[in-house]
């Protein structure tokens, strides 16, 4: 028998079971499924946390806080700490090379309580409510859409100005969808705890690649059954949440935020007021250590040595992103791999049985000239067919599937395909199909004819 005659005997014995034959593939169908969604999920996952991390200013970004648990050494010294004051934030300057920008902030965090902004009775609750220099745009990678930024003069002189984001706008003037054109309320004044603020600048509205995808895709949808008078499907997106927080925050001088938001944080004034946070950037994401300690020595001496300061740097948070990754790549990995695993034995199990109904059929073509080879070979072609095929469906349903959960994911964390993953899921599907085919082939390959036909 030639090679092919062999190959299309086996493709034969396959068609002519069917139901048994998908019945065997469904585990190599699932194994390679799941392995391909796990990498889409955990690759959307990956590109949505560092997008976020990106947002929130990158690796190049330290965030300086005051420390309330001192050092056990240190705690009788209580009530010596001073936190973070603008007197650091001068001696940096001066004594930290490294350091290429520093902006202090008071920041009155509103998810709950906070800061309440109000225009012609309607009520909003911005996320950030923060007084800081004109510096927090390129540390916290903000861009002015329309209007401006308050700048030095402003700052100097307490003017009451501010800067607002978007979703703030959307809540005191209305939304572009509910109006029917957007509102840029450039001069307008609203009232944030008492206090009037003009808003002389606004930012543009943030948002991660994949929502803003999703939230084109919706409009279109909407726009459609419009057009043929259905009612459009309600919007219920929501981005990561480094861009709603960034889109409800509200920015003003920091002397305004001193002089005329007195909170607890800020009660003094001059270069001992109390500051909530230092940003700073450094030009360099490599001199990061050496940066830390600078800014370390340079801090150690204005507190008198007391460590009632802590730093908060992004390196800490692109860490637990790649072990988070990692983490989930392994486990992802390993119940793949048991998918794949049970659909192999599946495959052993069926071709085992499908030996014992044959043991008359291989040996009469043995009898009639077929050799050991050729019965070997039949039988590692049906079950690597059935492992390519079953690899082949896999990826078909690894699609529907990641479409499937497209629909219950953050948006920030859209699932991504690619070619790498499913290449890896239909390679081990084919291996898998061929270790599970070498022991029935050998043991089918061994039968003695005479013996085989004197089966039942």
């Known amino acids: 028998m030639t090679l092919w005659n062999t190959i299309a005997t086996g493709f034969k014995e396959i068609w002519a079971h069917k139901f048994r034959s998908l019945l065997t593939m469904l585990g190599i169908i699932l194994g390679v499924s799941s392995l391909v969604a796990m990498s889409a999920m955990v690759k959307g996952m990956e590109n949505g946390l560092k997008e976020s991390l990106e947002e929130a200013g990158g690796l190049r970004g330290i965030r300086i806080e005051h420390e309330d648990d001192l050092p056990l050494h240190q705690r009788h010294l209580a009530d010596q700490a001073t936190g973070v004051t603008m007197h650091d934030v001068y001696t940096l300057r001066q004594s930290a090379p490294l350091l290429r920008r520093i902006t202090p902030l008071i920041e009155v965090w509103g998810f709950r309580k906070g ?20 510096d927090v745009l390129a540390i916290e990678r903000h861009e002015i859409a329309h209007g401006r930024m308050f700048n030095e003069i402003d700052d100097e002189e307490a003017r009451s100005v501010c800067v607002i984001g978007t ?141 009632d300061f802590e730093f908060r740097t992004r390196e800490d948070d692109a ?35 499908s030996i014992s109904e044959r043991v008359r059929e291989i040996g009469l073509r043995k009898s009639v000239g077929a050799t050991t080879l050729d019965v070997f070979v039949q039988i590692l072609v049906e079950s690597t067919f059935i ?61 003695h004819p005479i013996q085989a036909l004197r089966f039942s």
């Open 115 to 134: 800061a309440l902004a109000r225009h012609q009775g309607k009520r909003c609750r911005p996320y950030k409510f923060a007084g800081t220099w004109p």
């Open 167 to 307: 979703e703030v706008r959307n809540e005191l003037f209305g939304a572009p969808d509910q109006v029917g054109r957007e509102v840029i309320p450039i001069g307008r004044t609203i009232v944030v705890n008492d206090q009037p603020l003009t808003i002389i600048g606004m930012f543009p509205h943030y948002e991660s690649e994949s929502f803003r995808k999703k939230r084109e895709s919706l409009a279109r949808e909407n726009a459609m059954l419009l057009a043929v008078g259905r009612e459009p499907k309600k919007t219920n997106l929501r981005d990561d949440i480094i861009f709603r927080l960034k889109n409800k925050s509200i920015y003003i001088p920091l002397n305004t935020m001193l002089l005329k938001f007195r909170t607890d944080a800020n009660a003094r004034s001059g270069s001992d007021a109390q500051l909530t946070t230092l940003q700073v950037e450094i030009d360099n994401a490599d001199h990061l250590e050496a940066a830390l300690q600078q800014a370390r020595n340079v801090l150690m001496f204005t507190h008198n040595g007391i460590e």
């Open 319 to 353: 860490g637990e992103i790649t072990t988070a990754i990692a983490d989930a790549r392994r486990s992802g990995g390993i119940i793949a791999a048991i998918s794949l695993l049970v659909g192999g034995i599946g495959i052993m199990n069926i071709m085992l049985a």
């Open 387 to 447: 492992a390519v095929l079953g690899g082949l469906l896999g990826l078909c349903t690894s699609i529907g599937l990641i479409d499937l959960l497209r629909n219950i994911t953050p948006e920030s964390n859209d699932p991504v395909m690619s070619f790498t993953p499913m290449a890896v899921a239909f390679s081990c599907s084919v291996a898998v199909g061929i270790a599970a085919g070498l022991l029935p082939a050998i043991k089918a390959s061994r039968l």
